[in-house]
Nanobody, 117 residues
Framework: QLQLVESGGGLVQPGGSLRLSCAAS????????NGWFRQAPGKEREMVAC????????DYADSVKGRFTVSRDNAKNTLYLQMNSLKPEDTAVYYC??????????WGQGTQVTVSS
C-alpha cells in the first residue's frame, strides 16, 4: 500500500517562496506519473503541476507557469514542488497524488499554504 505524506506548507508573505515535499513509502513514485493539486475554500480541486513517469516531462496550470517547478528525487522517493513569487490566490491546501487526473489511486493528506501579509 503506497502512502504519501506532504510537508513544507506554512504562512508566507506575497512574493515569498516555499518548497513542498511529498515522501512516498510502500511503493516507488517513479512507477507513476505524479501530480500536485490544490483546493482553496469554496473551490474545486485543481491540478497545479504534473511530472511524467520516466522522461520527466512536466506540465503546469497556466496560473503557476514560470513560478512553480515540480521535480522528483527517485533515490529519495520524494516529489517536490518549488513555489516562487507566491500570490494570495495561491492560498490553498496542496496535495500530491499518483497521477495527474482528478481520480488517482493514492493521495496525500494535504498541507496548508497561506500567502498573506
Amino acid at each position: 500500500q503506497l502512502q504519501l505524506v506532504e510537508s513544507g506548507g506554512g504562512l508566507v508573505q506575497p512574493g515569498g517562496s516555499l518548497r513542498l515535499s511529498c515522501a512516498a513509502s510502500g511503493s516507488t513514485l517513479e512507477h507513476y506519473a505524479n501530480g500536485w493539486f490544490r483546493q482553496a475554500p469554496g473551490k474545486e480541486r485543481e491540478m497545479v503541476a504534473c511530472i511524467s513517469i520516466r522522461d520527466g516531462f512536466t506540465d503546469y496550470a497556466d496560473s503557476v507557469k514560470g513560478r512553480f517547478t515540480v521535480s522528483r528525487d527517485n533515490a529519495k522517493n520524494t516529489l517536490y514542488l518549488q513555489m516562487n513569487s507566491l500570490k494570495p490566490e495561491d492560498t490553498a491546501v496542496y496535495y500530491c497524488a499518483t497521477g495527474c487526473g482528478p481520480y488517482n489511486d493514492y493521495w496525500g493528506q494535504g498541507t496548508q499554504v497561506t500567502v498573506s501579509s
